[in-house]
């Protein structure tokens, strides 16, 4: 008769398991399923063993002598009475020992989780007033932007602190941060009256970090809270563009893309040019090599300039390959040579003799020392050509290191004039993810198509919006420089009030829309779209009741200027009128 118990036992203890791995991110949950399921099994066990034949006496004896044992005071001499004569007797009594000895750890783990709940609601209820930043977990970056936040009116909370993380302890003293052993998705936000929240992901896990801010966003789109979700991964942003995000401001932050724009911004690849040729090297061409690529491309759109871009690297046909089978018509529609060499061979001095004018160069190799010495080489090299003084970049992340390439001299005092760009301390200052001023006018470039949307909930709908918006404002500077030409002074108040009164001239302003539309093209390249047919357009616009298919890349306007008349006749939607306006508020834009 024991067999059965036993079977009905094992049963229960493994649904109960199984239902509580799906709780594996919220402790309280977790363990009173643990709880419940091995309640009900002890009670199952315990059954046959108590005395009387009246089953709803033996059932409430069972239950009494199962809460006992969470509380750790049960009578074993009822167990002892057992006579072991066979193997199911000892796995049936085996199983309640088992339950004597995990029921009361179990119920002293779950009243230590409910204290730790406790105790973070008297932590939180004292910064109620405040400006609350949290961070899903304390490394190195994440610290830096706190570091960077601080102020008297500013709570930093960093939850997932384990006592592994002590080397963090006296910089976050300094800051007077609090220490969290929840993870963030298990905090309680509800009750907090601030209406000023932020919250930062930056879990080292791709499907975590997902994971987490979709069960954010599920818990608590009823608030006002903003949400920087820091990750390159593509697919999360398309399965977090088709979310309903509710009042919360997502913006997805890929560190490389923000650096890389920063970089463009800073040091304009229009720099030490010859007659009027963007001339581009590309050393490496990994992630960082090919967002620059991409990123060039259509920075490098200039009135009265051309622009070639030249990547070399050990492994740059295959690059190629992926890049055509990604951003096919990126390829196809602009000037790219692809050299295949290792850098650290003879070749490549044979490779670059046969360049010209280069005025800018990236070296983002994979090892940052092998990264420097060649920075170093190509300095060395266009001294000796004697041509030209490109503008060097290369990636270094550890923060001396960098500040150090930034200070380089050789042994008479001239500086190797080498930018190192890349930092921790670059990137997470918050300077490139909230505060810079490229972020502020990529603001005030979706106010200028939507000037509705004062809340900004458009903006954060799909972070397309803020990378579109953001390409805008960055070629901002490079606009001006175009029509200014010597007149341009790097003064940004002298610079767009000269601009503003330049585009008043009808043939200034013609020039501008052309160019805008061709930099569009080539940013709309560089993300992947493709060139929609009419028949395209019309199929899925009965479909979705919108001109541009998201999913699968394509855009009727990918064509030359003068073709896109024809295009808006035949789809019914204006696309010329938006770059002369947006181009009319450039002034607006620029402002703080």
């Known amino acids: 008769m024991q067999i059965i118990y036993v079977i009905i036992a094992i049963i229960t203890i493994t649904i109960t398991i199984i239902k509580a791995k799906k709780y594996t991110y919220d402790a309280k949950k977790s363990i009173s399923m643990l709880l419940t399921g ?33 509380i750790i005071s049960e009578d074993v001499s009822l167990i002892t009475s057992v006579e072991l004569q066979n193997i199911i007797d000892i796995v049936y009594v085996g199983i309640i020992y088992i339950l004597f000895l995990a029921m009361p750890l179990l119920t002293v783990s779950f009243l230590l989780s409910i204290l730790n709940d406790f105790s973070t609601k008297i932590k939180l209820m004292f910064i109620q007033k405040r400006k609350i930043i949290i961070f899903s977990n304390l490394n190195e970056k994440s610290l830096t932007i706190a570091e960077n936040q601080k102020d008297k009116n500013t709570a930093i909370i960093f939850a997932n602190y384990t006592k592994e993380e002590v080397d963090y302890n006296k910089r976050l003293n300094t800051i007077k941060a609090l220490k969290i052993k929840e993870e963030i998705e298990n905090i309680e936000f509800k009750h907090i009256k601030n209406k000023e929240i932020t919250i ?13 801010t979709l069960e954010l966003i599920e818990k608590y789109k009823n608030l006002n809270i903003k949400i920087y979700l820091i990750t390159s991964n593509e697919i999360s ?37 010859i007659n009027n040729e963007i001339s581009v090297l590309i ?13 060039i491309t259509w920075c490098g759109q200039i009135i009265g300039y051309t622009l070639k871009i030249t990547l070399i690297d050990i492994k740059a046909d295959s690059i190629k390959e992926e890049l055509m089978l990604n951003y096919p018509e990126l390829i196809q529609n602009y000037n790219y040579e692809f050299i295949q060499v290792d850098v650290n061979s003879i070749k490549l001095e044979e490779k670059l003799q046969k360049l010209n004018n280069i005025n800018y160069i990236i070296v983002t190799l994979n090892d940052e020392e092998q990264s420097l010495k060649q920075a170093m080489f190509l300095r060395r090299y266009f001294i000796n050509k004697n041509d030209t003084r490109p503008i060097i970049n290369i990636w270094i992340e550890n923060n001396l290191k960098n500040e150090q390439v930034n200070k380089l001299i050789n042994e008479k005092g001239n500086s190797y004039d080498i930018h ?31 000037p509705q949307d004062t809340e900004l909930k458009e903006f954060y709908k799909k972070n397309y919006n803020i990378k579109s918006s953001r390409a805008f404002a ?35 302003m013609n020039k501008l829309i052309i160019n805008e539309h061709n930099r569009w093209m080539a940013y709309m390249r560089s993300i992947g779209f493709k060139k929609a047919t009419i028949e395209d357009v019309q199929k899925y616009k009965t479909q979705t009741n919108h001109h541009v298919n ?3 890349k394509l855009h009727p306007a990918l064509v030359e200027y003068d073709q896109l008349k024809e295009v808006e006749q035949k789809i019914g939607v204006p696309l010329q009128s938006k770059d002369r306006m947006i181009l009319c508020n450039i002034g607006k834009i620029m402002k703080e």
């Open 38 to 70: 091995m309640a009900i099994t002890l009670t199952v066990l315990v059954f046959p063993l108590a005395e009387g034949n009246n089953p709803i006496a033996k059932l409430v004896y069972s239950i009494i002598y199962s809460a006992q044992t969470i």
């Open 200 to 212: 930062y992901i930056m879990l080292e896990n791709e499907e975590k970090k997902l994971n987490t």
């Open 237 to 273: 942003e398309n399965i977090l563009d088709s979310v309903d995000k509710g009042e919360i401001k997502l913006e997805i932050v890929d560190e490389i893309e923000r650096t890389v724009c920063e970089v463009l911004q800073e040091k304009p690849i229009y720099l030490n040019t």
């Open 283 to 295: 050393v490496g061409g990994g992630k960082v090599g090919q967002e620059f690529l991409k990123a």
């Open 420 to 450: 190192a760009f890349g930092s921790i301390n670059q990137m997470y200052n918050t300077t490139p993810i909230i505060n810079s001023k490229l972020e502020k006018m990529t603001k005030n470039v979706h106010l200028s198509y939507s």
């Open 474 to 508: 960055l070629h901002i500077k490079y606009k001006i420089y175009s029509i200014l030409k010597e007149k341009y002074t790097g003064k940004e108040e002298i610079d767009k009030k000269l601009f503003e009164q330049y585009i008043k001239e009808e043939a200034i």
């Open 550 to 552: 998201f999913l699968g």
